[in-house]
């Protein structure tokens, strides 16, 4: 019997079958660690107001409903049959969407109505959403034969899915400490296994012609470890979300607690003596210095939470850096889709890390400019380039309007652009289909102008006040645009610190204007600059023997899979400072790519080593961090690298810097 592409039968034979017993423990470590997140961020949700309602209620949907998924297709990993089982991706993609949608529409039915009744409502949704999920991700299975389920397991499998899903709406709604929460994701995880495991009770596979392949298939193991490693990615997002939203508020709450005591003491100090009033300010004064001190204690910690994050990004981008330039294996049009979506996927967060990291930079008065003259004309029609796909996918037009002369401004070159991407991609983003976004360049007395106007739907009058404001989006309910609400806030305070000023005028349903107001300078000054970067260009990596020193195992693999694009390089790898220094001095490389971030010895301390050597003080060395620190990048530019590269990886980068280290004579940059 066969209901929507479903075959059933009770009495069909298949081949035997069994579970890799370490696998379906990951399996199960994995539904339980994406539980414990996706409750710790639902908590949030039920304080959570405005904008950070919504944002705590997707992150759990997202979190919950991949790591579901997750658990999944690691579980179909530990399913052994005689055959060889692969992958349909569409169906793939498409059940992970299912598990999300499905979580985000039960935890909004338990927003909505609350009680018994939005527990049961959200617990079917969610459960059918996984039960859907599941039986997909089998569809999406391609092996030689024929795959049947016994009706009554079936069954038996959609009850515990609506079930399982029931109680952790429940679960949601009712617990508040990390205790709790913690026992409910180990009661969590054994219900979302227990429903996949009872599901494959009932699988019966028979041996046969099986499907045609319509396309290029993924690969169990493939796959798997791929989703192993975004899911670890979102999880870590959303632990260190929830940790940073807890810990502020904790000192929001204990600063106010403070403030409200001392204030009472203050009462009683002006009521009994006067003389105690200085006291009491003393105290205030106090408590001020230290409110700042949990400021840039928080502005410091996101700086350091960003370079953490650096270190999976750099195995996520590099690695599809790698697949996007491999000539010598092209990839069908299928997986350059999927590949494409994972390097803007991971390109989009990296661009967030950066926003955070630049404005906690400003908060904490660490944020430095290069000012110098700039061809704004020039930056603008450079991103235009690059947004016009963009634009061309959304039915917008990018127009850059010839000035009526050359003009030039005083400003930090990359800050600019910066800004400019910010607002030209807004103005994509939040106008019309078929709509039009236009940059205008004019002069104004001393002054420059650079104007982005788009025919977008406007501002509402009511929004400009807080227009500006951290965490602020300028999009409308269910305008599916993503972002944190930094952009704009960030983009105002980097112009300012250009001594520049950023305006807008909007008129609702017209569209809006956002002006960069910044001084002239003289076009001439220009050309001398334009000429160098025009000169900088990377050509082929040089044949060279190269020793990359790094103790991280996600780094060590992605070098070696460059090293193996590129062709010309002889790859040597050092884990340990020790054993780098040792292997410097037998091998003698042309180059050292070292990692700044060593256990027992740091990078600066090895090559303090390398230089006291005489056998390998000439060596070229060339620095790799994930910290991006002001002080820690000044430090490692003016320690003697011959090059200083910040992770993620950009491999046009590394090539250049290698070429300049082995072959200095040639006019080759070095990008940092």
Same mark, same amino acid.
């Given at each position: 019997?066969?209901?929507?592409?479903?075959?059933?039968?009770?009495?069909?034979?298949?081949?035997?079958?069994?579970?890799?017993?370490?696998?379906?423990?990951?399996?199960?470590?994995?539904?339980?660690?994406?539980?414990?997140?996706?409750?710790?961020?639902?908590?949030?949700?039920?304080?959570?107001?405005?904008?950070?309602?919504?944002?705590?209620?997707?992150?759990?949907?997202?979190?919950?409903?991949?790591?579901?998924?997750?658990?999944?297709?690691?579980?179909?990993?530990?399913?052994?049959?005689?055959?060889?089982?692969?992958?349909?991706?569409?169906?793939?993609?498409?059940?992970?969407?299912?598990?999300?949608?499905?979580?985000?529409?039960?935890?909004?039915?338990?927003?909505?109505?609350?009680?018994?009744?939005?527990?049961?409502?959200?617990?079917?949704?969610?459960?059918?959403?996984?039960?859907?999920?599941?039986?997909?991700?089998?569809?999406?299975?391609?092996?030689?034969?024929?795959?049947?389920?016994?009706?009554?397991?079936?069954?038996?499998?959609? *009850?515990? $899915?609506?079930?399982? &899903?029931?109680? +952790? =709406?429940? /679960?949601? #709604?009712? %617990?508040?400490? @990390?205790?709790?929460?913690?026992?409910?994701?180990?009661?969590?995880?054994?219900?979302?296994?227990?429903?996949?495991?009872?599901?494959?009770?009932?699988?019966?596979?028979?041996?046969?012609?099986?499907?045609?392949?319509?396309?290029?298939?993924?690969?169990?193991?493939? *796959?798997? $470890?791929?989703?192993? &490693?975004?899911? +670890? =990615?979102? /999880?870590? #997002?959303? %632990?260190?979300? @929830?940790?940073?939203?807890?810990?502020?508020?904790?000192?929001?709450?204990?600063?106010?607690?403070?403030?409200?005591?001392?204030?009472?003491?203050?009462?009683?100090?002006?009521?009994?003596?006067?003389?105690?009033?200085?006291?009491?300010?003393?105290?205030?004064?106090?408590?001020?210095?230290?409110?700042?001190?949990?400021?840039?204690?928080?502005?410091?910690?996101?700086?350091?939470?960003?370079?953490?994050?650096?270190?999976?990004?750099?195995?996520?981008?590099?690695?599809?850096?790698?697949?996007?330039?491999?000539?010598?294996?092209?990839?069908?049009?299928?997986?350059?889709?999927?590949?494409?979506?994972?390097?803007?996927?991971?390109?989009?967060?990296?661009?967030?890390?950066?926003?955070?990291?630049?404005?906690?930079?400003?908060?904490?008065?660490?944020?430095?400019?290069?000012?110098?003259?700039?061809?704004?004309?020039?930056?603008?029609?450079?991103?235009?380039?690059?947004?016009?796909?963009?634009?061309?996918?959304?039915?917008?037009?990018?127009?850059?309007?010839?000035?009526?002369?050359?003009?030039?401004?005083?400003?930090?070159?990359?800050?600019?652009?910066?800004?400019?991407?910010?607002?030209?991609?807004?103005?994509?983003?939040?106008?019309?289909?078929?709509?039009?976004?236009?940059?205008?360049?004019?002069?104004?007395?001393?002054?420059?102008?650079?104007?982005?106007?788009?025919?977008?739907?406007?501002?509402?009058?009511?929004?400009?006040?807080?227009?500006?404001?951290?965490?602020?989006?300028?999009?409308?309910?269910?305008?599916?645009?993503?972002?944190?609400?930094?952009?704009?806030?960030?983009?105002?305070?980097?112009?300012?610190?250009?001594?520049?000023?950023?305006?807008?005028?909007?008129?609702?349903?017209?569209?809006?204007?956002?002006?960069?107001?910044?001084?002239?300078?003289?076009?001439?000054?220009?050309?001398?600059?334009?000429?160098?970067?025009?000169?900088?260009?990377?050509?082929?990596?040089?044949?060279?023997?190269?020793?990359?020193?790094?103790?991280?195992?996600?780094?060590?693999?992605?070098?070696?899979?460059?090293?193996?694009?590129?062709?010309?390089?002889?790859?040597?790898?050092?884990?340990?400072?020790?054993?780098?220094?040792?292997?410097?001095?037998?091998?003698?490389?042309?180059?050292?790519?070292?990692?700044?971030?060593?256990?027992?010895?740091?990078?600066?301390?090895?090559?303090?080593?390398?230089?006291?050597?005489?056998?390998?003080?000439?060596?070229?060395?060339?620095?790799?961090?994930?910290?991006?620190?002001?002080?820690?990048?000044?430090?490692?530019?003016?320690?003697?690298?011959?090059?200083?590269?910040?992770?993620?990886?950009?491999?046009?980068?590394?090539?250049?810097?290698?070429?300049?280290?082995?072959?200095?004579?040639?006019?080759?940059?070095?990008?940092?």
């Amino acid at each position: 019997m066969e209901i929507l592409g479903l075959c059933f039968s009770s009495r069909v034979e298949g081949v035997a079958t069994d579970h890799d017993g370490a696998l379906v423990v990951i399996s199960y470590l994995v539904a339980a660690v994406a539980s414990f997140t996706a409750l710790d961020m639902a908590e949030r949700l039920n304080s959570a107001q405005g904008p950070a309602r919504r944002f705590w209620h997707l992150g759990a949907a997202a979190v919950l409903g991949g790591g579901v998924w997750s658990m999944h297709f690691i579980a179909m990993l530990a399913y052994r049959t005689p055959f060889k089982v692969e992958y349909d991706p569409g169906l793939t993609i498409l059940s992970g969407a299912i598990a999300m949608i499905a979580t985000a529409g039960g935890l909004k039915a338990i927003t909505d109505s609350g009680g018994w009744r939005g527990i049961l409502t959200g617990g079917t949704l969610v459960g059918l959403g996984v039960a859907v999920m599941h039986y997909m991700g089998m569809e999406a299975m391609r092996l030689p034969g024929e795959v049947y389920y016994r009706p009554g397991f079936f069954a038996l499998s959609v *009850l515990i $899915a609506v079930a399982a &899903a029931s109680v +952790a =709406l429940w /679960l949601v #709604v009712n %617990l508040r400490t @990390a205790r709790q929460r913690g026992a409910a994701a180990v009661v969590m995880a054994a219900a979302i296994c227990g429903m996949h495991f009872t599901a494959m009770a009932g699988t019966v596979i028979v041996a046969g012609p099986g499907q045609a392949a319509d396309g290029e298939l993924v690969s169990g193991a493939l *796959l798997s $470890a791929t989703i192993v &490693a975004c899911t +670890a =990615l979102i /999880l870590t #997002v959303g %632990l260190m979300c @929830a940790y940073i939203d807890r810990r502020l508020e904790a000192r929001s709450l204990a600063e106010a607690e403070r403030l409200r005591a001392l204030n009472g003491q203050l009462e009683s100090a002006v009521q009994l003596r006067t003389a105690d009033l200085t006291t009491a300010l003393a105290a205030l004064d106090e408590q001020r210095r230290r409110a700042e001190d949990a400021n840039r204690a928080k502005s410091d910690f996101l700086a350091n939470m960003s370079h953490e994050l650096r270190t999976p990004l750099n195995a996520v981008i590099g690695f599809a850096d790698i697949l996007r330039m491999r000539g010598s294996e092209p990839l069908t049009e299928r997986q350059t889709e999927a590949v494409e979506q994972i390097h803007t996927a991971g390109r989009h967060l990296l661009a967030l890390i950066e926003e955070v990291l630049d404005f906690a930079k400003i908060e904490s008065g660490k944020v430095s400019v290069s000012i110098e003259a700039v061809d704004p004309q020039e930056v603008a029609e450079a991103l235009a380039g690059t947004f016009r796909p963009m634009a061309d996918r959304a039915g917008i037009s990018v127009t850059i309007a010839a000035p009526e002369a050359e003009l030039a401004v005083r400003a930090d070159h990359l800050r600019l652009k910066q800004v400019l991407a910010n607002l030209i991609s807004n103005a994509i983003k939040y106008n019309r289909p078929r709509g039009s976004v236009e940059v205008t360049v004019q002069a104004q007395g001393e002054r420059v102008l650079i104007c982005v106007r788009d025919t977008g739907l406007g501002i509402p009058t009511g929004r400009m006040a807080d227009l500006f404001e951290p965490f602020e989006r300028l999009g409308r309910e269910g305008s599916g645009v993503e972002g944190a609400g930094l952009g704009l806030a960030l983009t105002r305070r980097l112009v300012e610190a250009m001594n520049g000023r950023l305006d807008v005028q909007s008129l609702e349903g017209v569209g809006s204007t956002f002006i960069v107001d910044l001084p002239a300078a003289e076009p001439a000054q220009v050309a001398a600059r334009e000429e160098d970067r025009r000169s900088a260009v990377v050509g082929k990596a040089p044949d060279a023997v190269v020793l990359y020193i790094e103790d991280n195992a996600s780094n060590i693999r992605l070098m070696r899979h460059i090293a193996e694009a590129l062709g010309s390089l002889d790859l040597h790898v050092a884990e340990l400072p020790m054993e780098g220094l040792e292997l410097a001095a037998a091998l003698r490389p042309d180059v050292i790519l070292l990692d700044i971030n060593l256990p027992g010895m740091d990078g600066f301390q090895v090559k303090t080593r390398l230089e006291a050597d005489p056998v390998t003080r000439d060596i070229p060395v060339i620095a790799i961090s994930a910290n991006v620190l002001s002080e820690t990048v000044t430090r490692g530019k003016t320690s003697g690298f011959h090059g200083y590269l910040t992770k993620p990886i950009n491999i046009e980068a590394l090539v250049a810097a290698i070429s300049a280290a082995v072959e200095p004579t040639p006019p080759t940059a070095i990008s940092a």
